[in-house]
């Protein structure tokens, strides 16, 4: 691979020179780290990786482990904190996304808890609610007692 180069079997030891990698989704998390250009087209390219993709996700738990240690350190260079400021806005996104994940397979617990399974299209509508109609229907929910109010709920808010 072009960039990685190896001192020899008996030594196991090799160079990354980050920016002679190739532009892959393989290498994103240690261009991340280069400088310049490199870092900074690395950051476009997580920031374009679908929400549910694997790389992505590896990348921005790495990326949260490297932020939170470039935090502790108080003698940041200037790369280091404009690195940081660059990569809160997706840090600040993935939070978002997992609230909002963690809030939609709660009330779906709620719901197959309380009305039995639901269908598959019902909770994909579940899914597709803002965080405040997930918060409206976990209180709505508490008075349903078959599927057909939820189908209702879930109508009167598409309506």
Not at 95 to 119: C, S, T, Y
């Amino acid at each position: 691979m072009p960039g990685v180069y190896f001192l020899g079997d008996a030594l196991r030891t090799a160079i990354v020179a980050i920016h002679q990698l190739p532009q892959t989704p393989e290498t994103l998390w240690l261009r991340i780290l280069g400088r310049g250009s490199v870092q900074s087209q690395a950051i476009v390219e997580l920031s374009k990786l679908p929400l549910n993709h694997p790389y992505k996700q590896a990348t921005l738990e790495l990326v949260y482990n490297l932020r939170q240690n470039l935090r502790v350190n108080q003698n940041l260079e200037s790369d280091d904190r404009e690195l940081i400021m660059r990569l809160e806005p997706l840090y600040q996104q993935d939070r978002e996304r997992a609230k909002l994940e963690g809030q939609q397979d709660l009330i779906i617990r709620q719901l197959n808890r309380r009305l039995g399974e639901i269908d598959a299209s019902l909770i994909e509508q579940v899914r597709g609610l803002s965080i405040e109609q997930l918060s409206i229907l976990g209180e709505a929910l508490l008075d349903f007692s078959v599927v057909a109010d939820l189908e209702a709920w879930l109508n009167q808010q598409a309506g």
